[in-house]
């Protein structure tokens, strides 16, 4: 018997028709020109996105009242190659420092002018330390405050 | 949406009780009939809507069917960033070959 579970981490794996270089540098200098502007945490309307170039560095909006909200922080810069950042938005997406999921991003040129993204959000169980999380998912009927137990134990294991 | 069709499949208490006892273990129909005061095509059908509701999964094992609870269905958040990062590759994947007149540099 085991009850502990693990959310499966996102993986996504596509192609895209351009260079690695040309792949990290849109991911990342171009941020803003492809970051859905519907998503953005708080009140105030999204006027940009940023992350900034060097491991350590922030990534964050930018917003209409002038406020820069943190998401989280570069964890590995490598161009073309791989971009680490850390995913530090709870489950009710307030920026939480002491969170950590990851979200990672390679770029392998596969042929003359293509190549391949492997996209991976991983550590999701993490999302179960957040008090707010918790909270949530505590207001929700049924088997979900089991779920909510086996999110817990995977936690803290 | 897909959480709130899982919340609808927990609603009966029977089929809860069969996801319940998937929580503990994975387990077969057959087992899991055992000890519930329906009949085992009763749990198959509940397997079935718990299945389509994402919560639970099934694997061949032999000639019978083995259910556990489905990793990739827990929670709302993993279902909400699952279809966030669709959206916000997809408008990366345009914008990086919207402008490809770019000659590519060599790797």
Redesign the interface.
């Given at each position: 018997?085991?009850?502990t579970?693990?959310?499966?981490a996102?993986r996504?794996t596509?192609t895209?028709?351009?260079?690695?270089?040309?792949?990290f540098q849109?991911?990342t200098a171009?941020f803003s020109?492809?970051?859905?502007r519907t998503?953005y945490v708080g009140d105030s309307p999204l006027t940009g996105a940023v992350i900034e170039p060097r491991a350590g560095g922030r990534w964050y909006g930018e917003h209409e009242d002038g406020v820069e909200r943190p998401w989280g922080d570069v964890l590995t810069w490598d161009p073309p190659g791989r971009l680490v950042l850390a995913w530090r938005l709870n489950?009710e997406f307030a920026y939480d420092p002491a969170l950590l999921t990851e979200v990672d991003v390679r770029f392998t040129?596969i042929s003359?002018?293509e190549t391949r993204?492997d996209?991976e959000?991983r550590g999701?169980e993490r999302?179960g330390d957040s008090e707010a999380?918790v909270q949530?998912?505590s207001r929700?009927?049924?088997?979900?405050g089991?779920?909510l137990d086996?999110?817990a134990s995977a936690a803290n294991a | 949406m897909a959480n709130n069709l899982a919340?609808a499949a927990?609603?009966d208490p029977t089929r809860?009780e069969v996801?319940?006892r998937l929580?503990?273990?994975p387990s077969a129909v057959g087992e899991l009939a055992q000890g519930l005061p329906v009949s085992r095509p009763a749990v198959s059908q509940h397997l079935k809507v718990l299945k389509e509701a994402g919560?639970v999964t099934d694997r061949p094992d032999g000639a019978r069917r083995v259910y556990q609870?489905d990793?990739?269905g827990?929670?709302?958040?993993?279902a909400w960033?699952?279809r966030?990062?669709?959206?916000?590759?997809d408008?990366?994947?345009?914008?990086?070959?919207r402008n490809?007149d770019?000659e590519?540099?060599?790797?």
């Open positions: 018997m085991n009850a579970i693990q959310p499966a996102i996504k596509f895209l028709r351009a260079s690695p270089e040309r792949a849109v991911f171009g020109g492809w970051w859905p998503h489950a040129a003359d002018g993204v996209f959000h999701l999302f999380a949530t998912l929700m009927e049924g088997g979900w089991l779920i086996s999110f | 919340f927990l609603a809860r996801f319940e929580a503990a273990g919560l609870i990793p990739q827990l929670g709302q958040i993993r960033l699952d966030f990062w669709d959206t916000a590759l408008a990366f994947k345009a914008e990086v070959e490809d770019e590519p540099k060599a790797p």
